[in-house]
């Protein structure tokens, strides 16, 4: 390591358990993240700050002003300029650390790119707002072989987990027998604390830094969900299904793009979503969105409002119409975040 190296991580290098041998596997590894929201650009700042030699950054969104709040990369030029995350996360990481391997990708990660996107790399961090592409992901990695860590923050709390294909429980072992069901919180029904978002990215960056340098037996080895208001902790050993359909039975319906709901064109400029085995409470969903969308009506049999410009109307059976769009990806990212996936 030379000299000017040694100096910038010089108190990283202070820390025993890493050291000089450490930080140099550091600045020799590598990283893909996907999704640059408020998780991945806490987690990608303090992994580049402490040294990381390549990160690659997958994301299609643009940054909005509601994104200043928690997403620490951004600024009130970028969201005025909508830039794409990936390209305003790229511009920042580069200057705050020019000597590591900065690549946004403004990209949906999909089954057709989605081995492309993640093969390279021996670490996949989750920086998603939605379980449909977290499934996603955790096909990929089992089926590569791939360390991948879960984290989401919603509210005031944060959960988050290693996953080491064929020596730990994978999200599928984890989440997959109730997921998919209901109405569920996100961010944009429940809205979310930044303190929490901190939190988790923090406890997922300690993780990545210890794979990456080698410190396997540091790995806490468990589901751990923190609540910043109530100060409510848990850290849970979850134990491998040995039945699970991934990490078992190696069947992988999202990779195979047979988990996504199906989505068709309904008419001009509107997408309709078909969920599938999804029943909706309603009214529980419509309290939720009050805060956030406009002009909520609600009956026994839909729930309509507005996110302008769309107009999203939803089902009891988990179907919906999306109006003021004609692409697959924007209608399933709405969904995502206003219904959940």
């Known amino acids: 390591m030379d000299p000017k190296a040694s100096e910038k991580y010089s108190r990283q290098i202070l820390f025993a358990p890493i050291g000089e041998a450490g930080q140099q596997r550091l600045l020799e590894s590598s990283a893909v993240l996907v999704g640059c929201g408020a998780l991945g650009t806490t987690v990608a700042n303090l992994l580049v700050r402490a040294g990381l030699g390549r990160l690659r950054i997958v994301d299609r969104d643009f940054v909005e002003p509601s994104n200043l709040q928690r997403q620490t990369l951004f600024d009130e030029a970028d969201a005025r300029d909508a830039l794409p995350k990936a390209v305003a996360a790229e511009r920042k990481l580069r200057a705050i650390n020019s000597s590591v391997a ?16 993640l093969r390279s790399f021996p670490l996949i961090l989750d920086g998603t707002d939605n379980f449909e592409t977290r499934f996603l992901v955790n096909d990929a990695a089992v089926k590569l072989g791939v360390t991948w860590i879960y984290a989401a923050a919603v509210a005031s709390y944060g959960v988050t987990m290693t996953i080491r294909p064929g020596e730990s429980a994978c999200l599928a072992c984890l989440l997959e027998e109730r997921a998919g069901h209901g109405v569920e919180e996100t961010c944009d029904t429940v ?32 589901l751990v969900s923190y609540d910043v208001w109530t100060g409510q902790f848990q850290a849970i050993r979850v134990a491998r299904n040995t039945d699970c359909r991934a990490c078992a039975r190696r069947q992988f319906p999202y990779l195979e ?20 085995g999804r029943k909706l ?21 839909l729930l309509r409002f507005r996110v302008a410009p769309h107009e999203i109307t939803v089902f009891a059976d988990g179907r919906a119409i999306i109006k ?5 990806a924007v ?4 969904y995502a975040r206003f219904v959940g996936a």
Do not use: Y
């Open 331 to 334: 209608a399933r990212s709405l």
């Open 257 to 276: 793009g047979e988990a996504q709901p199906h989505v068709t064109m309904c008419g001009r400029e509107s997408v309709q979503i078909h969920e599938r």
């Open 191 to 222: 809205g979310v604390l930044n303190a929490a978002v901190g939190m988790i990215a923090s406890i997922e960056a300690a993780e990545a830094i210890k794979l990456l340098t080698g410190n396997m037996a540091a790995l806490h080895g468990r």
């Open 324 to 328: 003021g769009t004609r692409d697959p």
């Open 281 to 301: 409470d309603l009214a529980t969903l419509s309290q939720r969105l009050a805060a956030t969308a406009t002009d909520v009506r609600q009956n026994d049999f």
């Open 102 to 117: 900065v690549e946004g990708v403004v990209a949906d990660l999909t089954p057709e790119n989605v081995e492309e996107l």
